[in-house]
């Protein structure tokens, strides 16, 4: 292997990624730079550099398999499907659909194919280290680039080093942004100089080498070729240097010209060898009778080391393949892709077959176009959107038919948005509209094009567009435009208070009144769910009761089946919500959070997470809330993003009142830049909670006031709110929110309402007589609730009442009855506020009640762990749950141990207060 010069430090930083491997531990590092700075040779010596201990697997990319959805991942976990049987059954099917050995009627999830890539490469790792090389990654297919970056982020504690070499300021989405890096850039001057001389077979005039040096900018590989390219004369100073020296793209011309020096065969093959997008060299010597070349004609090419051919062919540099398939002449193109789609059609590869066909036709052809559909279609159900969309887009360039070919672009787009390439997506997007003329084409296009704004993080942008498409699509089609509505209401409830005027629910209310359904037509359950959210944003909830209820019994007759459950059920859950409807709430949403599971959706699993969390919050199970809202910020991070909320909803209610106030600002700012406005009333609800517990009804009071109103999500803090506002001198106020508790509990009588309203009626009464009795229904009604925090709730302000009226002896029961449940259920802010009460009425609470705080030093994701684990999971259930590999989980489980000084599950489980972070990014 040639020697690398002046790469002491990137070379230490890669060798300390393999020792990182061999103790046990995950190492990570992107090689960035520019063409030619030498990344490739660094991943060559680190290749030769991991001993036997190592199992190395290596991928290079190529502009041309781009397109192909899994390549990479194809390449690099083949050799290890071995360790399937090791997988969870929903990922090994996911993976099993992907590589083509299984098949489903739906494309497979791919954050769940993830998760399998995960597990397969943890699997393996468990034998011998792994090291995985990958080469020009930003060539990278979409899909294995999105499940790689995952891979790579959630590695820690497994004997695996993953290292990347890209290029940097590519129009594409960079997944490996945020991993460690290591820039790549020229050569210093003396070991350029050094590396020059090496390449250099006579002699080397010492001024020619500081010019070439200085021309070059270090790039190694203009470095080398400039030696190559440069005569003997020229290099010793005998005559002049040429102007400029070749860079860049005239490094392409030189290769050019080196591969048309060639024998025609070898060049063939060449030509053959760039345009087969596997690397295969069983697909060359399959074409080359058909092509006029056989073995012996690599020998040539070789000779110059342009190519060499072993397990699978490859090009010295990416430059040498493209110079040889761009400098090839179109006709010759067609006949070698021509060739290769008979190859393809021999191995029975029909979609590669397509692919051919595709790059072979130089006129178009409805036949090769309805090829290239049917196999965007096996692609697709593949789960590969990215090939898809490629296919999709080729079928429109040959397709004659000017309305099939918008037809057909719109699917590309459509396919391109769901691969996560909203440029790509946007590009196909606007060639179908320039094709389109009709109101029903229109409308599509809108569709699609909200798709790419849910892409790109713009919620309020994707309403205002399918409310476009609805305009479009009304006259022409009701049915569809109906449907389009579903999507539109889900949308603006992301966007809430921070939806522009044009993309709110009350617009998208409007739009539905305004497209009824035509006599006759049958009502489905979106159309019941879409009248229901109308009514309420349009005549209030007095009159939408019934339309609510009546749209949540839908759902609950959907059958798993159901096209649209998960917005169904999402919507159902939102509605429970408005109607206060606990005990509705928490059976929908652990039904979305059953089926998520069940099909392994992550954008659904999302949803049921928060539906969940809350359902549990609510209650007071918060144990469970917490494991809840952990899991969606590990999903959340695993994507590569960040979900503040639920640690702040947790960190209220449990007292750690620096923690919220730092989150309540994360919150703010994430809210802000996604534009998912939903967060804020919880946001207020959460700072209601925290004010509440230190007795600062002012604060609670004016943190949540205006927003509880017909459309609020936060019903549940009725009751707190008349508390804040009778305490700090509003009666009026206070009266008012009455008034809406009231109503709402004559529409919704379950306990937990009926309760609250008992209880705000005690608040609000002058008689103190009423009062008592009122207090009592309260803690009779909240014994039959969900959950202890209803109950421990009326008990703390019965017990306080009972002390502002001089009866301690009976106060004191009630406030002993309200710390025992806020301590049980982790309530610190609520206990504390309790105890302070006991103490007044004379009966303080033993030194040293107070919670410990030992678990301030964990780091988020080691409370995570540690909480599942004291709540009885296995390793192997934690990794599922927090998307992260066994090893990893053992290592974070070591850490706590040793932090919290246990030594068993079972110590754990008895310190289970202790086990929070006391990090404000959790």
């Not at 550099?49 to 390449?75: I, K």
């Not at 919150?667 to 009333?681: D, N, P, S, W």
């Not at 806020?822 to 009425?841: I, V, W």
Request: glycine share 8%; proline share 5%; hydrophobic share 45%.
């Amino acid at each position: 292997m040639d020697e690398l010069f002046g790469r002491d430090e990137e070379r230490g930083r890669l060798t300390a990624a393999l020792d990182d491997a061999r103790r046990g531990m995950s190492g990570v590092l992107v090689l960035r730079g520019g063409p030619g700075s030498g990344k490739s040779a660094l991943l060559d010596h680190l290749g030769a550099d991991a001993d036997a201990d190592f199992e190395v697997t290596r991928f290079d990319a190529v502009e041309s398999e781009a397109e192909l959805g899994f390549a990479a991942l194809h390449q690099l976990l083949r050799p290890h499907l071995s360790q399937l049987p090791k997988l969870p059954d929903p990922q090994r099917a996911a993976l099993c659909q992907v590589f083509g050995l299984q098949e489903r009627t739906t494309p497979p999830d791919r954050f769940l194919v993830a998760l399998a890539a995960l597990g397969l490469v943890a699997a393996r790792a468990d034998d011998r280290p792994l090291l995985c090389l990958v080469d020009d990654a930003h060539w990278m297919d979409e899909e294995s680039a999105a499940v790689l970056a995952f891979v790579a982020r959630r590695l820690h504690a497994d004997a695996v080093t993953m290292v990347f070499a890209t290029r940097d300021h590519l129009d594409r989405v960079d997944h490996l942004a945020g991993l460690p890096e290591l820039a790549v850039t020229g050569l210093a001057p003396d070991a350029a100089g050094r590396l020059l001389e090496s390449a250099v077979p006579g002699a080397l005039d010492p001024g020619v080498r500081d010019r070439i040096v200085a021309s070059t900018g270090g790039n190694p590989l203009a470095l080398v070729e400039a030696a190559r390219e440069l005569d003997a004369d020229q290099l010793s100073g005998e005559t002049p240097l040429p102007e400029p020296i070749p860079l860049g793209r005239d490094l392409e011309r030189v290769y050019l010209r080196e591969a048309r020096a060639l024998p025609p065969r070898t060049r063939t093959l060449l030509l053959a060898a760039a345009a087969d997008p596997t690397g295969d060299p069983n697909v060359l010597w399959r074409a080359g009778p058909r092509l006029g070349f056989d073995a012996g004609a690599a020998a040539a090419a070789e000779e110059r080391n342009l190519v060499a051919v072993r397990e699978t062919v490859r090009f010295r540099h990416p430059l040498i393949r493209s110079a040889v398939y761009h400098g090839a002449p179109l006709a010759e193109r067609a006949r070698v892709h021509a060739v290769l789609a008979e190859v393809a059609a021999d191995l029975g590869e029909d979609d590669l077959r397509a692919w051919h066909l595709a790059a072979a036709a130089t006129d178009p052809d409805e036949a090769v176009a309805a090829e290239l559909d049917r196999a965007a279609a096996r692609t697709r159900d593949r789960g590969d959107w990215t090939g898809s969309s490629s296919l999709l887009a080729r079928s429109a360039a040959l397709t004659p038919d000017p309305t099939a070919r918008a037809r057909r672009l719109l699917a590309a787009a459509e396919a391109s948005a769901v691969a996560g390439s909203p440029g790509r997506a946007q590009a196909l997007l606007d060639e179908a509209a320039a094709h389109r003329a009709d109101r029903h084409g229109n409308g599509l296009v809108q569709r699609v094009q909200a798709r790419v704004h849910r892409l790109t993080g713009a919620p309020a942008a994707a309403t205002h567009a399918l409310l476009t498409a609805v305009r479009e699509l009304g006259p022409v089609d009701v049915r569809l435009a109906r449907d389009i509505l579903v999507e539109a209401l889900v949308q603006a409830q992301i966007s809430g208070s921070l939806a522009p005027p044009g993309a709110t629910r009350r617009d998208v209310a409007e739009t539905v009144r305004a497209l009824p359904l035509p006599a006759g037509t049958p009502a489905t359950t979106g159309d019941v769910v879409l009248e229901a959210d109308t009514a309420v944003h349009l005549e209030g909830l007095a009159g939408a009761g019934p339309l609510l209820r009546q749209a949540v019994a839908a759902v609950r007759q959907e059958q798993p089946t159901a096209p649209e459950l998960f917005q169904l059920l999402a919507a159902a859950c939102s509605h429970a919500t408005l109607l206060g409807d606990d005990i509705t709430l928490h059976e929908l949403a652990w039904r979305l959070h059953a089926e998520a599971g069940r099909q392994g959706a992550a954008i659904p699993m999302a949803l049921a997470l928060s539906h969940t969390a809350l359902s549990e919050l609510i209650a007071g199970r918060l144990d469970e809330s917490e494991r809840l809202f952990d899991q969606r910020a590990a999903l959340e991070e695993a994507r590569g993003s960040r979900q503040y909320l639920g640690a702040l909803l947790i960190a209220a209610w449990r007292g750690r009142f620096e923690q919220a106030d730092r989150l309540v600002e994360a919150v703010r700012e994430h809210a802000a830049r996604t534009g998912q406005g939903y967060q804020l009333v919880f946001l207020d609800y959460a700072r209601c909670v925290a004010e509440l517990s230190r007795s600062r009804y002012e604060e609670a009071y004016l943190s949540l006031a205006g927003q509880i109103g017909d459309t609020c999500q936060a019903k549940f803090a009725l009751v707190d709110m008349v508390e804040a506002a009778t305490r700090s001198g509003r009666a009026d106020e206070a009266l008012g929110l009455l008034e809406l508790l009231t109503r709402l509990a004559d529409r919704t009588p379950v306990p937990g309402l009926l309760g609250d309203r008992a209880r705000a009626r005690a608040l609000t009464t002058a008689d103190p007589s009423s009062a008592e009795e009122l207090y009592v229904q309260a803690v009779r009604y909240h014994e039959d609730a969900r959950g202890p925090l209803r109950r421990a709730r009326s008990h703390q302000l019965y017990g306080e009442w009972l002390r502002r009226e001089r009866r301690t002896r009976d106060a004191r029961h009630h406030l002993r009855t309200a710390h025992g449940l806020f301590d049980a259920m982790g309530a610190r802010g609520f206990a504390a506020r309790t105890a302070q009460e006991l103490a007044a009425a004379g009966d303080p609470l033993p030194a040293g009640a107070a919670t410990a705080r030992d678990g301030d030093r964990l780091t988020p994701q080691e409370g995570r762990v540690a909480r599942l684990a004291a709540g009885g999971a296995t390793n192997g259930e934690i990794a599922a749950q927090l998307f992260l590999s066994v090893h990893t989980v053992d290592y974070h489980l070591r850490k706590v141990f040793r932090k919290l000084g246990v030594h068993s599950r079972r110590d754990l489980t008895a310190h289970r207060d202790r086990l929070t972070s006391g990090q404000s990014g959790e």
